[in-house]
């Protein structure tokens, strides 16, 4: 029997680990946010407080809403302690399957029995994730997409042997942190990540054949096919390190060239230009910041 989710953990205080835990907490859930050290989970509630202040200016929220949202959330750096009582906990560590799997192997080892384990990855299979646990039924895929706390989408990824409660309790809890979601089924990058880093791919093959600028790509496709973004900055977004890490899995997974990584977007990550995170990608960042 599945219960309601009251109580959530986030295992990885990064990029997306953050955000989850910060949409938790706005939607009354109790949060804790684990990672390896204090200063990682610090730098991780540091960056909750930075968004919400950021949606008081806005007049998003009241400034008690934001008091009451960080009062939901504790830190921790004991990763079993911490997902004992949780109803759901959700892994948000970089996209390395090995790393994945073990994470997982530690939840549910430590997790409640009737608690759902979460993976918060764009690409890798939750059919074999669940399988590294004793508890593949109540394993499933929650791809939250960056920013967490303003975009709206959430795909949910049912696995070979996930349970329908666990499917049925995962799709409410997104309705009641205010997304969206969609369910898919596992497939080597489910349908976000296989079709928007295959756009990616292409337009990072056109940068490199002197096609036209990146900013000039990313433009075409924002006012020719009406894209919020362009898949040049969205890379910055995303990370290209990440997107480097997904193709190679892709390409591998689906035998497909299509999804080959590009040679430019090797020697960049190898560059440490990785996007947003390190100022530099096709973008200038800290351009941007200084504007």
Known sequence: MTRTIATVAVVGAGTMGHGIAQVAAAAHCAVTLIDTSDELVERG?????????????RGKIASGEREDTLGRIRTSTAIGAAAHNAD???????????????????????????????????SLSITT?????????????????????????????????????VVEASLA???????????????????TSRLGVLLGLEAIRMVEQGVASAADIDRAMELGYRH??????LTDLVGLDVRLDIAQYLHEAL????????????????????????????YDWGEEKRS
Not at 228 to 233: A, C, D, E, T
Not at 260 to 269: D, F, I, K, Q, S
């Open 228 to 233: 919020p973004m362009g898949p040049l900055r």
């Open 255 to 282: 035998g497909s060239e299509a999804f080959r990584p590009p040679a430019l977007l090797e020697r960049m990550v190898a560059a440490g230009r990785l996007g947003k995170k390190s100022g530099q990608g096709f």
């Open 45 to 57: 509630l540091e960056r909750i407080r930075a968004n919400l202040d950021g949606a008081v200016q």
């Open 173 to 191: 809890f997104v309705r009641r942190i205010g997304k969206e979601p969609v369910l898919v089924h596992d497939a080597p990058g489910f349908a």
């Open 129 to 165: 994730l669940q399988r590294e646990t004793g508890r593949p039924g109540r394993v499933i895929g929650l791809h939250f997409f960056n920013p967490v706390h303003i975009n709206s989408l959430v795909e949910v990824v049912r696995g070979r042997d996930t349970a329908e409660a």
């Open 88 to 122: 759901l906990i959700v892994e948000a560590v970089p996209e390395k399957m090995d790393l994945k799997a073990e994470i997982l192997r530690a939840l549910d080892a430590a997790a409640a029995d009737d608690a759902i384990l979460a993976s918060n990855t764009s």
